[in-house]
């Protein structure tokens, strides 16, 4: 063990090296391979000279970076938002390099949450503390580099797989409200009249209230981004009264979502990512 380490800024190297091991584990988890956090603890801190408590935080403060890149984290590891240039920079060439876990969230297309219907899961939407807000500049390239939004946007049978499930979703909570003549009026709008109408399915309150629903389905965590039209946008603000946000996440693994209301301001944060250009 290296003597006087506690204390010193951690070094490229190390970084390096905690980070490979925490993707390491991760990989064991998400494959379903058993794997002893301590034993891991154990190796860096005779490998580094670093105490069990320093790796735990840095291995947390990895959890805090996947967490803003919308890609899965190992469960022991609670984010800790601090986020070292140093820790970036390590993290990046490893997800350069990695082929597994930034392709998890694309390749799975969320087919076993779509058959389980009833373990959909709506709660309310996820608190927005401080530390979600903190960042760096090293930390915004990198999410502009793995843009989770994008990612999810490419990904078309996750959106399909989302708006399936929630069309099943509504047509149950009806029928369960003894509205069966509500339920078989449900319409997947999206699938049946294309793109371009705002919403995705279009539903009712069991007093016959029009709900029109807009889905936006992620396999990472509930505060990971998304794109919104500005159509979309538009038609909330048209039809408060009926439109209806449903951000789906962790839909791979436990599906679960919650129900936005206009004005959507109110909770999103809108950023301009594209200008429409017209000669002048």
């Known amino acids: 063990m290296n003597e006087g380490q506690e204390g010193k800024a951690w070094s490229d190297a190390e970084n390096v090296m905690v980070v490979a091991d925490y993707f390491a584990m991760l990989a064991k988890e998400l494959s379903g391979q058993p794997f002893v956090k301590a034993h891991h603890n154990q190796t860096l801190t005779e490998t580094i000279g670093r105490s069990k408590k320093s790796i735990e935080y840095k291995h947390m403060n990895i959890s805090a970076v996947l967490e803003r890149l919308g890609l899965p984290r190992i469960k022991g590891y609670a984010p800790l938002a601090n986020f070292q240039n140093s820790l970036i920079a390590a993290i990046e060439r490893q997800l350069s390099f990695d082929s597994l876990v930034p392709n998890v969230p694309e390749t799975t297309t969320g ?16 608190s927005v503390s401080p530390d979600d807000r ?21 990904n078309r049978q996750l959106g399909r797989s989302g708006e399936e499930r929630v069309f ?43 709900r029109l629903i807009e889905v936006k389905t992620t396999n990472g965590p509930a505060k990971t981004p998304f794109y919104m039209s500005e159509n979309e946008r538009l038609f909330s603000e048209e039809r408060p009264e009926a439109f209806r946000l449903m951000r789906l996440h962790d839909f791979s693994t436990r ?10 301001g109110d909770f999103l944060a809108f950023q301009p990512i594209n200008y429409r250009a017209a000669l002048r």
């Open 255 to 264: 599906p679960s979502g919650f129900e936005l209301r206009p004005p959507l």
């Open 134 to 154: 903190k960042t760096t500049d090293a930390l915004d390239r990198l999410v502009r580099k793995f843009d989770p939004a994008a990612r999810d946007a490419r």
């Open 168 to 210: 099943h979703h509504e047509r149950e909570l009806l029928i369960a409200a003894g509205r069966e003549d509500l339920a078989r009026k449900v319409e997947w709008t999206s699938q049946e009249r294309g793109d371009g109408a705002g919403y995705d399915i279009a539903s009712f309150t069991p007093e016959g209230a029009s």
């Open 111 to 126: 087919a076993v949450a779509v058959s389980d219907r009833s373990s959909l899961w709506i709660g309310p939407p996820p």
